[in-house]
């Protein structure tokens, strides 16, 4: 089975740290994500990456930053944590390439519950 | 952007009925569609997707109807049993390859 986890569970940050939260798959998808999901919005795409140290922005990249030094690690930073950003962080993962279907779903880690104070 | 949404925020039905959730998806150049469940405290975890050359497709007790028509997606659960309370998103593919547009879900009650 894939799995993905996260770093951890709940975590609680005070305004203006620096946030660092990590994410490891083991089934050498190439590809990687982050969303926040926040009630009546939905998943909404903030990272992805296609390949190591690739990076590309999503829907909401303003006030977080990426890193994906190795193929199955994914690191979501939040430069200088703001209370808009108390959210549940979700990462993700999926094979590569153009081909629908076939396993290119989405794989997704239980979630980091954070919240900024 | 592209926008995916659900008609019913809530949905509540008898263990052993028939569950319908509904979707609809605005972008007509997607090309996959999957449908989450998320249960309380976890993420999200695939049921079932679709391609858009397909109109239908079961699995285990699921089946999804793509309705390229008119835009629209549904997940039918049969005899649905108390542990398919969950949220279920459904989720579209752009041609943006592997990106993923969400739906705010849809919260399932089932009442034993």
């Known amino acids: 089975d894939v799995k993905v986890t996260q770093s951890s569970r709940y975590l609680v940050k005070r305004t203006g740290e620096k946030v660092f939260l990590e994410c490891v798959q083991d089934m050498d998808h190439e590809n990687m994500f982050w969303y926040r999901q926040d009630p009546g919005l939905g998943l909404r795409l903030i990272y992805f990456?296609?390949?190591?140290?690739?990076?590309e922005k999503g829907d909401i990249p303003e006030g977080y930053s990426v890193s994906r030094e190795k193929k199955e690690r994914f690191s979501l930073i939040l430069e200088s944590a703001s209370t808009n950003q108390t959210s549940m962080y979700l990462c993700?993962?999926?094979?590569?390439?153009?081909?629908?279907?076939?396993?290119?779903?989405?794989?997704f880690g239980p979630g980091t519950r954070l919240t900024v104070l | 952007g592209e926008s995916v949404g659900l008609h019913l925020p809530t949905l509540s039905v008898q263990e052993g009925d028939n569950s319908i959730i509904n979707c609809a998806y605005s972008?007509?150049?997607?090309?996959?569609f999957i449908w989450y469940k998320q249960e309380s405290g976890k993420g999200p975890q695939f049921i079932i997707d679709?391609?858009?050359?397909?109109d239908k497709r079961q699995g285990q007790r699921v089946t999804v109807l793509l309705n390229k028509t008119v835009k629209h997606l549904s997940l039918q659960i049969a005899a649905t049993q108390p542990g398919d309370s969950a949220v279920y998103f459904c989720a579209e593919r752009t041609y943006n390859f592997n990106k993923f547009y969400f739906g705010s879900g849809t919260k399932l009650n089932v009442k034993p």
């Open positions: 972008n007509s150049a997607s090309d996959y």
């Open positions: 679709i391609r858009s050359n397909m």
């Open positions: 990456s296609y390949d190591v140290k690739m990076k």
């Open positions: 993700a993962s999926s094979f590569g390439g153009w081909l629908a279907g076939d396993g290119r779903e989405q794989f």
